[in-house]
């Protein structure tokens, strides 16, 4: 199973921020990598998919990049609709699987 | 606008089974495959595995063959998963998501309890 190891667990951090979240993959995934967005009690929302496309709707200060094993999810300005827990998830390769989640605090 | 609705939370006893649903709407059932996914607090997200709604097709996480049993039908636009020989270790949120991940139903509670 390729194992994605996303990073921080946790940040704190203030409206108007810029904050990246990255996930490393196992192996090389080729950009077959969504971005999931939880707010607390909910479910979840897709934000970006195949690495770097937004999802419709998705405000444009939520951007994807990254190539190879190596990816990340940067939120520009931060909202206060913005404090969530973000996950990535690769879909190169059977089972898919998850990176452990990053919660976003207020600082 | 496309929306999974899925069943109610669920309480049952060990050892039984369980059936829950994801009904769809919004968009064409059997366009896209549905993906259930499991999330316990502490332990993360597990793919379940996926159901192609057009030809029945299937694929499983190894981990959940013989636990989750995928079906679905097009008449209703509703994909089911069944769960078997329950435990504690199945009490989690479940949920269905349509093919990317990128819209999931609101999650089924499973509690297993006696």
């Known amino acids: 199973d390729i194992l994605m190891t996303q990073s921080p667990s946790s940040m704190s951090v203030s409206l108007g921020d810029t904050v990246s979240i990255t996930c490393h993959a196992s192996?090389?995934?080729?950009?077959?990598i969504g971005w999931l967005q939880q707010k607390p009690g909910k479910s979840f929302k897709g934000l970006i998919y195949?690495?770097?496309n937004l999802e419709d709707g998705v405000p444009s200060r939520f951007s994807g990049s990254g190539s190879g094993a190596d990816y990340s999810l940067t939120i520009s300005s931060l909202e206060s609709e913005d404090f969530a827990d973000y996950y990535c998830v690769q879909y190169a390769q059977f089972p898919l699987t998850f990176g452990a989640g990053t919660k976003l605090e207020l600082k | 606008e496309v929306q999974l609705q899925q069943s109610g939370p669920e309480l049952v006893k060990p050892g039984a089974s369980v059936k829950m649903s994801c009904k769809a709407s919004?968009?064409?059932?059997?366009?896209?495959?549905m993906h259930w996914v499991k999330q316990k607090p502490g332990q993360g997200l597990e793919w379940i595995g996926y159901i192609n709604p057009y030809n029945d097709g299937t694929k499983y996480n190894e981990k959940f063959k013989g636990k989750a049993t995928l079906t679905s039908d097009k008449s209703s636009s509703t994909a089911y998963m069944e769960l078997s020989s329950l435990t504690s270790e199945d009490s989690a949120v479940y949920y269905c998501a349509r093919k990317g991940l990128l819209r999931w139903g609101q999650g089924t509670t499973l509690t297993v309890s006696s």
């Open positions: 192996q090389g995934i080729s950009s077959n």
């Open positions: 919004g968009y064409t059932f059997t366009s896209y495959v």
């Open positions: 195949h690495g770097t």
